[in-house]
């Protein structure tokens, strides 16, 4: 089966932060692809914008490399690279020094037909003069759009700073805040999986699911990023791209698949999280920071090894485990188990869906005892869903009860490969379409649920507990489910 292309309108997409990691690694590649499929053609134009003193060709050279890259080489055509690249342009521009700014109008059309979007791949302490900078150009015109990359803030003071400064340039419905993890087939099927098959939703409560798990692992480590020290795990990975799965897992129909209807109902599971304070917090939080491995076959550093000298001793967390609770109607009584983490067992994010089990078994024990059911949405690696229900072993000699899975593998179901998240979301900007992206209130919603785990973590003054790389997360992250009499679904499951 194969995917259908639908071009989008001329586009001029300033990217500021053009030599930057990210632009290199996700968004050039990213509109790479777009390009060879057709979506978009010559009529486009990519202006890069950086401090870095260099010209178009420059620009066009760094997109080439990337390309060589980070692209898979049986994608690789070297006259659609050729015409990709010559969609490059670039402006060097200083955004910290506001004697440094270069006129960029020239490399902008103001044809209405020409959608304006820029890119804001920088760090958030720019957006607010960036921003500032645009209006006073007139550069943000009423169709123009603004697009944001985490992190937006460090708690909500910090956001809400953050969005006021955008919101003097950009009207909400303008600003697209990214979360690259929406883009995702896999999160989009979510939404088709529950909304569109009259199997699930009717069982999609507390009557029928016993608890939901949502993992995030890394396999490698925060390296040395000054930023990570600063974030965390519980701000890195918790307040954005988990909370915005559990939003899409518990949320209500919306009435359509509109942006806002879509939107609001996430914005009322984030306002129905139980606060974690108090003994809830304790018993319901875990924190650890992993430490290294030195034998005769491998050596990995510890986070504590990887810090510069003035941050050693730090308290960073680097895996977080959260017990969390929705207090509405669908969801009371069911947990939600959460944890993130680097250096673990696998690189794998997942949503499992754990049903109750059957309210009573006709087969005796020799038969066999059923397993409850359990819908697992594999994120990455290896996009599918799997359904685990029981079958009869097949063949001869009576009854025997067995665990199977039903397997959608897209890698084997869909001929073409699958889109990067940010091949979507790049273009769903041109599109207009806010669908995969938070609204203020949702982020600032999110905050608020997270800034008090935050405070008393630092309160309590204790050091994240150690966990060895290669494994799941100190042993207490495995006491926090099964004293519930549940287990962490592990990939020694399939």
């Not at 006259?79 to 270069?102: A, L």
């Not at 791949?121 to 921003?131: E, G, M, R, S």
């Not at 680097?342 to 059957?358: C, N, T, Y």
């Amino acid at each position: 089966m194969s995917s259908r292309v639908i071009p989008v309108r001329p586009f001029d997409y300033v990217v500021f932060g053009a030599t930057g990691d990210l632009t290199k690694r996700k968004l050039i590649p990213a509109l790479y692809y777009r390009f060879k499929a057709g979506q978009f053609d010559l009529r486009s134009r990519i202006i890069g914008i950086s401090r870095s003193p260099l010209d178009d060709k420059k620009m066009q050279e760094i997109a080439r490399v990337s390309i060589q890259k980070h692209v898979d080489e049986i994608y690789h055509d070297a006259d659609v690279i050729d015409q990709f690249v010559s969609c490059f342009s670039y402006v060097s521009n200083d955004v910290t020094n506001k004697e440094g700014w270069t006129e960029i109008s020239e490399k902008l059309r103001d044809d209405k037909e020409v959608v304006r979007a820029f890119y804001l791949a920088v760090a958030p302490n720019l957006f607010a003069p960036i921003c500032e900078y645009l209006k006073g150009k007139n550069y943000c015109r009423d169709d123009a759009r603004v697009v944001l990359e985490k992190p937006l803030g460090h708690d909500l003071a910090s956001s809400v700073q953050i969005n006021d400064a955008v919101g003097e340039a950009f009207s909400e419905d303008q600003i697209y805040r990214i979360d690259h993890y929406l883009g995702k087939e896999t999160v989009q099927n979510l939404l088709a999986l529950r909304f569109a098959n009259a199997m699930f939703e009717p069982i999609w409560n507390a009557a029928h699911i016993d608890h939901v798990q949502i993992s995030v692992a890394e396999s490698v480590g925060a390296g040395t990023r000054g930023y990570y020290d600063e974030a965390g795990a519980l701000r890195d990975m918790i307040q954005n791209h988990i909370l915005q799965l559990l939003c899409l897992v518990a949320m209500e129909p919306p009435a359509s698949n509109k942006p806002n209807a879509l939107r609001d109902e996430k914005l009322k599971v984030l306002r129905s999280l139980k606060p974690l304070v108090g003994d809830d917090l304790k018993k319901n939080t875990v924190r650890g920071q992993y430490r290294g491995v030195r034998a005769e076959t491998v050596e990995v550093a510890s986070y504590q090894d990887e810090l510069p000298d003035n941050l050693k001793g730090s308290h960073t967390e680097t895996f977080v485990a959260i017990k969390a609770e929705i207090e509405n109607w669908r969801w009371s009584g069911v947990p939600f188990y959460i944890r993130t983490g680097k250096r673990l067992a696998a690189r794998m994010s997942e949503i499992v869906i754990q049903f109750r089990k059957v309210p009573h078994s006709i087969f005796s024990k020799d038969q066999g005892r059923p397993s409850a059911n359990k819908l697992v949405i594999r994120l990455q690696p290896d996009e599918g869903v799997k359904l685990f229900m029981m079958i009869k072993d097949p063949g001869p000699g009576g009854m025997r009860l067995r665990e199977v899975h039903l397997n959608l593998s897209f890698a084997d179901t869909f001929e073409d490969r699958v889109p990067e998240a940010y091949e979507r979301l790049l273009l769903d900007v041109i599109r207009g379409d806010q669908t995969l992206f938070m609204r203020r209130d949702e982020l600032e919603e999110a905050w608020k649920w997270i800034d008090p785990i935050r405070a008393a973590w630092d309160e309590m003054r204790e050091a994240p507990q150690p966990y060895t790389v290669g494994t799941w997360g100190p042993t207490s992250s495995v006491a926090l489910i099964e004293r519930d009499g549940r287990t962490w679904h592990e990939e020694s499951d399939y």
